[in-house]
């Protein structure tokens, strides 16, 4: 069975920082593309990082410079850095294989709440 267990999330202040664990199970990890998506309410989910199974990286314009997406092969895990929160970056975060699609099973998410 399919498994993405997102956590680390919280409330920060703009400016602040967080990490972003996604724990995955159920498919091949080490050779699957990985991403980090985020939804705010009333808006649609968009992918904000992208690591290749090689460690290639892509970001969205709007996270770049101050979001890091890497992994970590032996423990089916990806992971964001988030530095220089700013209060639109607050959003349920997910993370997925195969970006920009995602597989159609998604977890709970975490949520990242930046405040003013």
């Known amino acids: 069975q399919v498994q993405l267990v997102e956590s680390g999330g919280g409330l920060v202040q703009t400016g602040g920082s967080l990490r972003l664990s996604c724990a995955a199970s159920g498919f091949i990890f080490s050779i699957s593309a990985m991403g980090w998506y985020r939804q705010a309410p009333g808006k649609q989910r968009e992918l904000v990082a992208a690591?290749?199974?090689?460690?290639?990286?892509n970001y969205s314009d709007f996270v770049k410079g101050r979001f890091t997406i890497s992994r970590d092969n032996a423990k089916n895990a990806v992971y964001l850095q988030m530095n220089s929160l700013k209060p639109e970056d607050t959003a349920v975060y997910y993370c997925n294989s195969d970006p920009p699609r995602g597989m159609g099973y998604w977890g709970k998410g975490t949520l990242v709440t930046v405040s003013s």
């Open positions: 690591i290749t199974r090689r460690g290639d990286t």
